[in-house]
């Protein structure tokens, strides 16, 4: 092994270590804070319709924030100063929240608008964070890296949020629930500072040398309908309408409408995570072997019954076991879904391409959370729940038939899904 090959593998282990350690700190936030801005809305009395759009209608403004991704990181000359800077904003993001909460008050326009800074900085960064990556780590290390990295972030999250759960039945006992969601949301902030930390201890990189065009929407309509990522593409928006008639109002039909207290609310939510920690290198390795299109297929079917499962909410045995399936399945469907976007989308184009994919991903969040909200205002409420946990059901897997294709593209893409390098993602509905 050369000196040459010697450096670049220590600085290789330093930026993994790194990114590992960042991957780690964010997920705390998420399973601190952002899982519980629904519950808070709740808590704070905004209402069910309110709790369920909070984490979807922001998303739009912030998909129209995160368009200044590809000039921001010109701006800054730099990928990790631009992901630095959204980071840290994205982070600070959680004070409004916990002022809010301090003082029982919070109107449903500040609470949407400081959710979509959170998520527009967070969104901002994305972009420039996988050009970054994909440049700070070998390409025969992708797939093994960003398995243990995913494992590590699902058990953060999952720790975090258990953590969490604790601490707010631990306020709600003495009487001081909101308390306890400030507390939550201070921390949060707490675990974005110290990601930040571990990003900017990172290596830096050239920016691309197309990096800072401003996104063309042409590009990204051409490309939607090119052969090989047509059906792909145009199920992830599909696929997230769907999703959110339904995923939306999760916690509002557990918390409010089955009356789940928050402990079994938290381990619900916590055995999703629990089956993704456990089950991640078993996908890796089995999305290795059967191809990251096929695997998504598999896994779009799991995911589509789920909404019709929350009907059983009386039985909290039966949607535990239910909800580790639910963690498989959605395990599947990220890992595989983030690899076919790296496999797909070409290095130089993917800054522009993911940020006005990002913007049309939103929207069809919106779209879906819209129509799940309208659903809940509008039918009575005996049935309302029922009907668009139905549709939500129908809708995924209308959404999964998109990915079925003649043999013949079968055969043309076969072999880039079995050997493209690969990433994971982190979301679950």
């Given at each position: 092994?050369?000196?040459?090959t010697?450096?670049?593998s220590?600085?290789s282990?330093?930026?993994?270590?790194?990114?590992?350690?960042?991957g780690?700190?964010?997920?705390?936030?998420?399973?601190?804070?952002e899982?519980?801005?629904?519950?808070?809305?709740?808590?704070?009395?905004l209402g069910?319709?309110?709790?369920?759009l909070?984490g979807?209608?922001?998303?739009l403004?912030?998909?129209?924030l995160?368009?200044?991704?590809?000039?921001?990181?010109?701006?800054?000359?730099s990928?990790?100063r631009?992901?630095?800077g959204?980071?840290?904003?994205?982070?600070?993001?959680?004070?409004?929240?916990?002022?809010?909460?301090w003082h029982?008050?919070?109107?449903?326009?500040?609470?949407?608008?400081?959710?979509?800074?959170?998520?527009?900085?967070g969104?901002?960064?994305?972009?420039?964070?996988?050009s970054?990556i994909?440049?700070?780590?070998?390409?025969?290390?992708?797939?093994?890296?960003?398995?243990v990295?995913?494992?590590l972030?699902?058990?953060?999250?999952f720790?975090?949020?258990?953590?969490?759960?604790?601490?707010?039945?631990?306020?709600?006992?003495?009487?001081?629930?909101?308390?306890?969601?400030a507390?939550?949301?201070?921390t949060a902030?707490?675990w974005?500072?110290?990601s930040?930390l571990?990003?900017?201890?990172?290596?830096?990189t050239?920016?691309?040398?197309?990096?800072?065009?401003?996104?063309?929407?042409?590009?990204?309509?051409r490309?939607?309908?090119?052969?090989?990522s047509?059906?792909f593409?145009?199920?992830?928006?599909?696929s997230?309408?769907?999703?959110?008639?339904?995923?939306?109002?999760?916690a509002s039909?557990?918390?409010a409408?089955a009356?789940?207290?928050?402990?079994?609310?938290v381990?619900?939510?916590g055995?999703?995570?629990?089956a993704k920690?456990?089950?991640?290198?078993?996908?890796?390795t089995?999305?290795?072997?059967?191809?990251s299109?096929?695997s998504?297929?598999?896994?779009?079917l799991?995911?589509?019954?789920?909404?019709?499962?929350?009907l059983?909410?009386?039985?909290?045995?039966?949607?535990?076991?239910?909800?580790?399936?639910?963690g498989?399945a959605?395990?599947?469907?990220?890992?595989?879904?983030?690899?076919?976007?790296?496999?797909?989308i070409?290095?130089?184009e993917r800054?522009?391409m993911?940020?006005?994919?990002?913007?049309?991903?939103a929207?069809?969040?919106v779209?879906?959370?819209?129509?799940?909200?309208?659903?809940?205002?509008l039918?009575?409420t005996?049935?309302?729940?029922?009907i668009?946990?139905?549709v939500?059901t129908?809708?995924?897997?209308a959404?999964?038939?998109?990915?079925?294709?003649?043999?013949?593209?079968?055969?043309?893409?076969?072999?880039?899904?079995?050997?493209?390098?690969?990433?994971p993602?982190a979301?679950?509905?």
């Open positions: 092994m050369t000196s040459k010697t450096n670049i220590t600085s282990k330093k930026n993994m270590v790194l990114s590992c350690a960042d780690s700190a964010y997920s705390m936030m998420v399973g601190c804070g899982t519980y801005i629904a519950a808070f809305a709740l808590a704070v009395g069910q319709v309110t709790a369920g909070v979807t209608v922001p998303l403004i912030g998909g129209l995160q368009l200044m991704g590809p000039r921001g990181a010109v701006w800054c000359g990928y990790r631009w992901v630095v959204c980071a840290l904003l994205q982070g600070l993001a959680f004070l409004p929240l916990a002022y809010g909460a029982a008050n919070i109107s449903v326009y500040t609470l949407f608008a400081t959710c979509a800074v959170y998520w527009g900085f969104m901002a960064a994305g972009p420039a964070w996988n970054w994909d440049r700070l780590i070998p390409k025969d290390a992708l797939r093994p890296f960003f398995t990295r995913a494992r972030t699902q058990l953060a999250a720790l975090a949020f258990l953590g969490a759960g604790y601490v707010l039945v631990a306020f709600q006992t003495k009487g001081e629930t909101l308390t306890g969601f507390t939550l949301f201070v902030t707490g974005r500072l110290l930040c571990c990003l900017g201890l990172q290596s830096d050239p920016l691309r040398t197309n990096a800072g065009p401003k996104p063309n929407f042409i590009i990204i309509a490309r939607l309908y090119t052969a090989q047509s059906r593409l145009v199920f992830l928006l599909a997230q309408v769907g999703v959110h008639i339904g995923g939306a109002f999760f039909y557990m918390l409408e009356g789940f207290p928050y402990y079994q609310y381990a619900l939510v055995m999703c995570y629990l920690i456990v089950t991640l290198p078993i996908l890796s089995q999305i290795h072997r059967f191809g299109y096929r998504l297929v598999v896994a779009a799991g995911i589509s019954p789920l909404p019709l499962t929350w059983l909410a009386p039985q909290f045995p039966v949607l535990l076991v239910i909800q580790f399936f639910a498989v959605w395990a599947a469907f990220e890992l595989a879904s983030t690899l076919l976007i790296f496999e797909r070409a290095g130089e800054l522009s993911l940020t006005v994919f990002n913007l049309l991903n929207a069809a969040v779209t879906g959370s819209l129509i799940g909200g309208a659903g809940i205002k039918l009575p005996a049935y309302a729940y029922p668009i946990f139905a939500s129908v809708a995924r897997f959404a999964g038939a998109l990915l079925w294709r003649p043999r013949r593209m079968h055969l043309a893409v076969q072999s880039t899904d079995a050997t493209a390098a690969e990433k993602a979301r679950a509905a």
